[in-house]
């Protein structure tokens, strides 16, 4: 098994998606355009998307730590609107879009058309966070488009099943599809509650940090498979589990925590890079197999269907927003009144991705009778070009889309003033506890100890406050800026002479690696009170 071109794909994107840090451009773009670009250069190989490497090997890990970073509450309180989305939406989207493709494509069959629109329903969970983190969109809109991501591909692989159940000539049926959805949806959802349980005790029993954190490792694959068994949903296996450990991550030791921090944030950077990457790569494998469609009729097809995308999220989203509160009086006393704002940049972040890439690559070649798979290669090509327009159109004018609307800037002062208040109140509340146990005799500590205790306490107390300071007139500089600074200097002095110790055969490397974590974790500390 030759590994290079596995080794060039990873190191390539890490590193574009690290240049692109430095640019205006979002990195999942520049990914994106530089795979494009690299595809048709001598010598690069083929990377042929393998949907049976993608769905089980590359979605469960993104699921999970897109899932793992949402909020449980959030969610449950945006569950409407999520719902509507991520089923509602994707089950249109599936039948207006292959319905427009049925009528455009001369003898294309209305099953294959219906294939090619459960491809493309799903707007991909890569795709929307990393444009929601990098534009800063308001927080409701980032939850309800981070729950749609989470669930949606549940619904449109459901979908894209038992439209090509019909295509290949297995006798599909409605009830048959619906019994079907019911069948992956509920399945899914049970077999996550199943391993929830189990899982979120083996984490917090479990004594060893590394083990906790190859268990944290193994988890989405473990959900998806086990649903994917049973004929459940993988990815509602997978988001219903991560939700749970996400909303319960407290209860795990502090150094689990901070070692699983910082391995998902690299298993996510190589990952998300890798995808955006591949997206751009595969166009060399698609316009190879366009056969007879190459050329203008080419281009019409992927214009018309790109419109159509689009425009049919619109349709959806703006009654999905607006007829609830019409319909029902109680919608209209809990929920403030929307304006046409939020859905219009909700319609407009409908990004597609590698999900929908993977499931075009898994249509058959062949249906039931050795008959070619209808248009199976435009099918391929319009896929590509749909990713790719929505990616790059919607993609590159989404951040201005969002400041030309001018949605109200988050409110820092007091975001930091109820951090402030909260913390406030623990800090009481560790007050009493430390004074309960100082005064048993079997947690007797000498007084500077004691001391060392209650100023750890402060000092995290009055953090928070101090971040309202103002601004170093002579640097520039915020107090947290200074703060961080100025510890990084204290502990910097500290790591020489350590290393200068070392040097000279007064402590030894495993003494030096002690000295060096226990400053590591100084830093990361100040780095924390600081931010």
Known sequence: ??????????????????AGRRTPVPAPLL??????????LPGVPDYALDPHVVLPLLLPPLLHLAA????????????RPVALLSVGYVLFATFAVGWALYLIVPDLPLPAALVFGAVVAPPDAVAATAVARRVGLPSRITTVLQGESLLNDATAITAYKVALAAAVGEGATWGGGITEFLVAAFGGVGVGLVLMLPIHWLRTHVREALLKNTLSLLIPFVAYAAAEQVHASGVLAVVVVALR????????????????DAVWKMVAFVLESSVFALIGLQLPVVAGELDEYAGADAARYALVVFLVVVAVRFVWVYPAVFLPRMLSARIREREEDPTWRGPAVTSWAGMRGVVSLAIAFSIPLTVHGGEPFPQRNLILFLTFTTVIGTLVVQGLTLPPLIRLLKFPARDRRAETLAEGNAQAQASRAAERRLDELLAEERNFLPGPLADRLRAALERRRDAVWER???VNPVTGESVDDTYRRLAGEMIGAEREVFVTLRDGRY???EMLRTLLRRLDLEEAAAYREAR
């Open 1 to 18: 098994m030759d590994v290079m071109p596995l080794l060039l794909l990873v190191a390539g994107s890490a590193a574009v998606a690290a």
């Open 68 to 79: 793992t970073d949402s909020s449980y509450l959030d969610l449950r309180a945006q569950i």
């Open 31 to 40: 990914l994106v355009a530089v795979g494009l670009a690299v595809s048709y």
């Open 245 to 260: 450990l996400g909303h319960r991550a407290w209860e795990v030791d502090f150094a689990t925590r901070l070692q699983e």
């Open 468 to 470: 309202l300071g103002q």
């Open 507 to 509: 402590i030894d490397d």
